[in-house]
């Protein structure tokens, strides 16, 4: 189980049906949605970083990569990291867990496994779009 930033207790399993949900309007419809796709902010980062140019807007980010456009969420909390990524029409999607708190800002073997978790992140994104 991972705890989020929202105190949220949750499977990985629970988070990827989350993340399909809300990306493809099932969870506040597709008025929420649209207006959502016109909020994005360029720049928009979260903790920690995702892959690709941030984009954010009402708690989803929006991440230009190599391999497409993809909406995601990516946490932190004691002990987790976490990040949940679908595609722009919610019917793929991936969710990478790990037991262990890591960011970008971390420093030797730290960083390490913060950038391995990041290369099964973009592996996922790219798995999504095949």
């Known amino acids: 189980m991972g705890l989020g930033i929202g105190r949220v207790v949750s499977t990985p399993e629970d988070l990827n049906d989350f993340i399909r949900g809300y990306v493809e309007g099932e969870l506040y419809g597709d008025?929420?949605?649209?207006?959502?796709?016109?909020?994005?902010?360029?720049?928009?980062?979260?903790?920690?970083?995702?892959?690709?140019?941030?984009?954010?807007?009402?708690?989803?980010?929006?991440?230009?990569?190599?391999?497409?456009?993809?909406?995601?969420?990516?946490?932190?909390?004691?002990g987790y990291t976490q990040y949940a990524v679908a595609s722009p029409d919610g019917r793929r999607s991936a969710t990478v867990s790990i037991s262990l708190q890591r960011t970008q800002k971390d420093t030797g073997q730290k960083l390490d496994v913060y950038t391995a978790q990041k290369r099964v992140w973009d592996a996922a994104i790219c798995f999504i779009f095949e």
Request: aromatic letters at 10%.
């Open 31 to 78: 008025e929420v949605r649209e207006e959502q796709q016109d909020l994005f902010i360029p720049g928009g980062a979260s903790e920690p970083n995702g892959p690709g140019d941030n984009s954010a807007t009402m708690s989803l980010f929006r991440y230009q990569t190599e391999c497409g456009t993809v909406y995601s969420h990516s946490g932190n909390t004691f």
